[in-house]
């Protein structure tokens, strides 16, 4: 609390103009104590935003770097590779500056003496070891390596190594490359346009859903094909839950990637309004 400008106000006010003084020097004085209140609220935000905006970059960089590390996973790193970590760098929308230093990163990333647990380290820390933004790299990685729409056993074991370093069991893992490979077969246009048949703008179906493609939206919600309208609503608010952009943000997601938890949000609604669909349930 700050009262030191109220103290003196109500002085220098009585000793100059008696007690009608000591009512205006205490105006003053608290205007005074209101104006270093808010000084010093202002410097305590702008040191947060400062090192918010740190963790940020580091968590950027450490999630191209991880990629191209993943990358090389394969052996030597092909133009292939490099054509798909520029696509990420295209969903992501970065400007010049930004793909410059995810460039660098990935680059950082293929050397052959790269320290990857001391770079998943860092994401725990830049992170907050926050629950949603490390499932958020993990699944990162895991779009990155099957951009090509298949996963190097070499990948694999380096995804792995990843996950555990993260917190994650091989079997939660293993639940997430599945719901990826779905979710890549779902992308692919089959599943909503963007692509070709099926899913409209006006959020209907030209025409019903294949199996195949229904069977992949319950696995892009990672839900069996015989749960109930229950159990569907229930994993649909989870994962939008996990997967919200704005949430993401406000827990230090870097803005540079606010296009990619879009994305999945919008992967994850869809798949939920085809199963809505077929199933007729609100």
Avoid: C
Avoid at 94 to 108: K, S, V
């Amino acid at each position: 609390m700050h009262i030191f400008g109220k103290i003196l106000g109500a002085i220098f006010g009585w000793l100059i103009l008696g007690p009608f003084g000591l009512l205006v020097g205490l105006f003053i004085g608290h205007q005074f104590d209101k104006a270093r209140q808010y000084q010093n609220f202002s410097f305590s935000t702008s040191g947060n935003s400062e090192e918010q905006l740190k963790k940020q970059n580091e968590f950027f960089y450490s999630a191209f770097a991880v990629m191209g590390h993943v990358s090389k996973a394969k052996g030597q790193v092909r133009e292939e590779d490099i054509r798909l970590a520029m696509i990420m760098m295209d969903r992501m929308q970065l400007n010049e500056h930004q793909r410059a230093a995810a460039q660098e990163a990935f680059r950082a990333g293929k050397s052959s003496d790269f320290p990857l647990e001391h770079e998943l380290t860092k994401v725990l820390e830049s992170s907050g070891g926050r629950y949603d933004l490390l499932q958020f790299f993990l699944e990162l990685q895991i779009s990155a390596a099957f951009a090509d729409g298949d996963i190097h056993p070499n990948e694999r074991d380096i995804l792995h190594k990843i996950a555990s370093v993260l917190g994650f069991s091989a079997e939660q893992l293993e639940r997430r490359l599945k719901m990826q490979e779905a979710a890549f077969r779902f992308k692919q246009g089959d599943g909503f346009n963007g692509g070709q048949q099926g899913y409209s703008s006006g959020q209907q179906y030209s025409q019903g859903p294949t199996r195949n493609q229904l069977a992949d939206a319950y696995k892009v919600l990672d839900i069996s094909e015989d749960a109930d309208s229950k159990q569907i609503k229930r994993a649909y608010r989870k994962l939008m839950n996990e997967h919200h952009p704005d949430k993401l943000m406000a827990k230090g997601l870097p803005p540079e990637m606010m296009n990619m938890a879009k994305e999945k949000s919008q992967e994850i609604q869809k798949a939920y309004d085809m199963i809505k669909k077929e199933k007729g349930f609100k």
